[in-house]
């Protein structure tokens, strides 16, 4: 079959997950003893195919293994909810990990942490059964999960703590692993070398993966690279800052592969490089919870009375009820969207429930705001509904903001498909560790 042919019937997940199988050359013969799947957050086509990101590593993979130019992702496109579905092969419906943070009526957000919130089959859990070894470095909703052999999640306090890392050792595991890490590959870790937005902190986290690799013999391996997201979300798509933390993100993805040279590790190890989202740039956002508190259904501060709310993921609003059956306050959230000027209505439109359902989000949702290109949301209360403001952000049902793959090393052929899904991924990694995945 061509490769043309491939792009002309990927129609559906089965179709998907067949074109990649062809990528891959004897899966008997040449199955992985390891899968390492990194990604970097925000990571987009142009990281990979622009002359000008330094990215000399990523665009080795692209030249000399596997490329998919545009991952369609789930809804909406946020970290969390991604870095799910990525491990699960699920929409978020399926494994109810459906944003950053849970709604939780008019009271403070909390992160989704712990891996017994996700209510699907991880590739942790199913490489664990088949006896092989796993690894994971800041991953999120990790924490706590008994199919991870070595694990240091994503978790961190919501109050000032005097270092982030020594915080979160008492929930790595086993008891000890940060601290062998620290000792054996990375050095003292402190929020100055490590913290979100460190240009140290992707080199030093494939620091740890290789020790774990080289230590351990980890099967299966996810990491989670961070700083470029912060850079995008900054700056927007093109400043500096951006490419600085590209050529930081490459670089450690450099180190993992010179780590299997070294011990020459390629011809049976497999690395998966891919991103949870995309990005677009915004110079304007809106703040539609002004407007329930206009109309007296939401109350100025967290805590108060409420009768609707919008929960902001990314770059759409999804409306809550406090009461499901109250069709009244429904309408009338209706009745205000309607009634706003064309200029400001022309700056979203409306997701309805049955739309929503399609894609996988929260059944609780009643509809959903999403902006145009361009346009972000924003939490706010009070003040303009419409306001002034620039950078990058993800998290758009339409699209408009897809993430990419890269794929080299043992039982990858060179190979370009043009298209797909988010949901394909976890099949894809356990079909390379010879593992049968049905999401």
């Not at 792009?7 to 074109?19: D, H």
């Not at 402190?190 to 080289?214: C, I, K, P, Q, V």
């Not at 109250?326 to 064309?342: C, G, M, N």
Request: with cysteine.
């Amino acid at each position: 079959m061509s490769h043309r042919s491939l792009i002309n019937i990927r129609r559906g997940a089965a179709t998907l997950l067949l074109c990649l199988a062809v990528t891959v050359s004897g899966f008997t013969a040449d199955r992985s003893k390891h899968v390492i799947l990194i990604t970097i957050d925000g990571m987009r086509a142009a990281m990979v195919t622009d002359s000008t990101m330094p990215s000399p590593n990523l665009k080795r993979m692209k030249r000399d293994g596997l490329f998919v130019e545009r991952i369609k992702g789930i809804t909406p496109t946020a970290t969390y909810p991604s870095h799910i579905t990525i491990v699960t092969g699920a929409k978020p419906a399926e494994h109810h990990i459906y944003y950053n943070a849970q709604f939780t009526g008019n009271a403070p957000t909390v992160p989704y942490w712990y891996a017994d919130s996700i209510k699907a089959t991880t590739i942790w859990e199913a490489a664990a059964r088949q006896g092989l070894k796993t690894a994971s470095l800041f991953w999120p909703v990790s924490t706590g999960s008994k199919y991870i052999t070595y694990n240091v999640p994503e978790f961190w306090s919501a109050k000032p703590v005097p270092n982030q890392l020594e915080y979160i050792k008492p929930f790595c595991t086993p008891a000890g692993i940060l601290d062998e890490l620290e000792r054996e590959a990375t050095g003292r870790l402190n929020h100055e070398n490590f913290g979100a937005g460190s240009m140290t902190r992707d080199a030093r986290t494939a620091a740890m993966a290789n020790y774990l690799l080289n230590t351990y013999g980890v099967n299966l391996m996810t990491i989670h690279l961070i700083t470029t997201d912060y850079a995008q979300h900054a700056g927007g798509l093109d400043s500096d800052r951006v490419r600085a933390t590209v050529g930081g993100a490459d670089h450690a993805v450099g180190l993992i592969l010179e780590n299997l040279e070294r011990h020459h590790m390629l011809d049976s190890t497999t690395v998966i490089v891919c991103g949870d989202h995309g990005f677009v740039n915004y110079h304007r956002t809106l703040a539609p919870n002004v407007w329930l508190v206009q109309e007296g259904l939401l109350s100025e501060k967290t805590g108060g009375d409420w009768k609707a709310a919008f929960h902001g993921a990314g770059a759409m609003m999804f409306l809550y009820l406090k009461d499901a059956k109250d069709t009244a306050t429904l309408e009338q959230v209706r009745r205000k969207l309607a009634s706003l000027p064309q200029s400001t209505r022309s700056l979203f439109r409306i997701v309805e429930k049955d739309e929503l359902a399609q894609v996988g989000c929260d059944p609780r949702v009643v509809l959903a705001i999403e902006p145009v290109k361009g346009v972000a949301v924003a939490t706010a209360r009070t003040g303009a509904d419409v306001r002034e403001a620039s950078g990058g952000k993800h998290g758009y049902l339409s699209g408009i903001d897809p993430t990419t793959l890269v794929a080299y090393g043992c039982g990858i052929d060179k190979e370009e498909i043009e298209v797909m899904n988010q949901t394909d991924i976890a099949p894809f990694v356990m079909k390379l560790l010879g593992i049968d995945f049905r999401p």
